[in-house]
């Protein structure tokens, strides 16, 4: 029978909602491509991190229909033993090979990629270095890991530079970054925190789960377009954004892979992703190699987004993506113009704290290579149309 235990949820929720930081599930009734039905209604859509276009490619349900003839379902054991199967080892050497690294390990998902990466390099007596505005999962990874964790300003290397100046006494550093920031849309100093790496005798994690596929020539992400691979030990990435299908990995030398495998939690006690999904990533892979034409048309109707948006006075931050924050401030106002687009057929997310800091509500533009000018256009006048109608 039920007890009143939980009566306190009820006072919990209202209070969110007064506070116009409640948030209702969704359901999304049409495939996740660039348009899509919800509420009945259609909409073209500037939420999701399908960035290429690959969610809903035909190719991948066919990769998963080809595994499934040959392969049953259900992994049924976590991967040391006997959930790894040949389709594992297989899309981890793909992994390996796409991001020129000697291995890769593939993790149930880039959340559980971060958290178990992070826990399993550093713990009590070390420190870890993370930029304030880091991805939830390299903050929980931060705290499970035990180790002191300074925050350093985003982006801030000067303030970085102290806090690692006066971590003399730890026995291993490690900086924690996102390559390209899941809200703001803008690149870490990667560079710079190279230098600072090398100078202060610290590992270096950079998560490119919004840059896989997206950035540098081959689509390898931040420290590719940088030019900084080979300064960065340990990158994580998720085949859950511009690849389309679910998952996360780590790519880097052979011996953190071996220490990944034998001491990172979520490794050692998930389960193993499901044969399918792996044969998924593995065709996505070879899209993302044989078409390098959709990251770089989506990369120029990003760059004609933001100028479109620049041009009219819109604050864009540092973005310097396909991921275009619009920063309206408080969290009332942000929904209200999500709702507005939402209404005029455009599907844009109003973010709020705690995703993103109070007060830093923004609404979050994220293209795809299926967006056309068209849509792109209609979008930057209806925004226009919105703020001039209002306070803004
Ligand atoms: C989405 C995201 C993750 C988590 O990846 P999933 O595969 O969706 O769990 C990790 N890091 C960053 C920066 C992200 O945006």
């Known amino acids: 029978?039920?007890?009143?235990?939980?009566?306190?949820?009820?006072?919990?929720?209202?209070?969110?909602?007064?506070?116009?930081?409640?948030?209702?599930?969704?359901?999304?009734?049409?495939?996740?491509t660039v348009s899509?039905?919800?509420?009945?209604?259609?909409?073209?859509?500037?939420?999701?991190?399908?960035?290429?276009?690959?969610?809903?490619?035909?190719?991948?349900?066919?990769?998963?229909?080809?595994?499934?003839?040959?392969?049953?379902?259900?992994?049924?054991?976590?991967?040391l033993v006997t959930g790894r199967s040949q389709r594992h080892a297989e899309l981890e050497r793909a992994i390996a090979r796409f991001e020129g690294t000697e291995a890769a390990l593939l993790f149930p998902t880039g959340f559980a990629a971060n958290t178990g990466t992070i826990a399993a390099l550093v713990g009590r007596g070390d420190v870890v270095f993370s930029d304030q505005k880091n991805h939830a999962s390299i903050i929980d990874g931060c705290r499970l890991s035990r180790a002191h964790v300074e925050v350093y300003p985003h982006a801030d290397v000067d303030a970085l530079q102290t806090a690692l100046k006066s971590s003399g006494a730890a026995r291993r550093r490690l900086i924690a970054t996102d390559g390209l920031f899941s809200m703001d849309g803008d690149i870490a100093p990667l560079a710079a925190l190279c230098q600072l790496t090398e100078e202060h005798d610290a590992m270096l994690l950079v998560d490119e789960a919004h840059a896989t596929g997206v950035f540098g020539e081959h689509g390898r992400g931040t420290c590719e377009h940088l030019n900084v691979e080979s300064s960065v030990d340990v990158r994580i990435g998720t085949l859950s954004k511009a690849l389309g299908t679910v998952g996360g990995f780590v790519a880097g030398s052979q011996r953190l892979i071996d220490w990944l495998a034998n001491t990172s939690r979520p490794y050692v006690f998930s389960t193993a992703t499901p044969e399918a999904i792996c044969a998924a990533a593995i065709q996505s892979l070879q899209i993302v190699q044989n078409e390098p034409q959709r990251r770089q048309e989506l990369l120029g109707q990003a760059l004609r987004l933001r100028n479109g948006l620049a041009d009219r006075g819109w604050n864009l931050g540092n973005s310097a993506s396909q991921i275009v924050p619009l920063f309206i401030g408080d969290p009332g106002s942000t929904m209200d113009m999500a709702r507005e687009l939402s209404q005029r057929g455009l599907a844009v997310p109003g973010i709020r704290p705690p995703t993103v800091p109070v007060g830093e509500s923004l609404l979050r533009i994220s293209l795809t290579y299926l967006h056309t000018r068209e849509m792109i256009d209609q979008l930057i006048e209806c925004l226009n149309d919105l703020r001039s109608n209002s306070t803004l």
Not at 23 to 32: A, D, G, I
Not at 44 to 64: E, H, Q
């Open 1 to 32: 029978m039920a007890t009143n235990s939980l009566d306190w949820i009820d006072t919990e929720l209202a209070k969110l909602e007064q506070h116009d930081l409640l948030r209702k599930l969704v359901c999304r009734e049409t495939p996740q």
């Open 36 to 79: 899509v039905q919800i509420d009945g209604k259609r909409l073209i859509n500037f939420s999701a991190n399908d960035y290429l276009g690959l969610a809903a490619d035909p190719r991948l349900s066919k990769a998963v229909a080809d595994a499934l003839r040959s392969d049953a379902w259900g992994a049924g054991a976590s991967p």
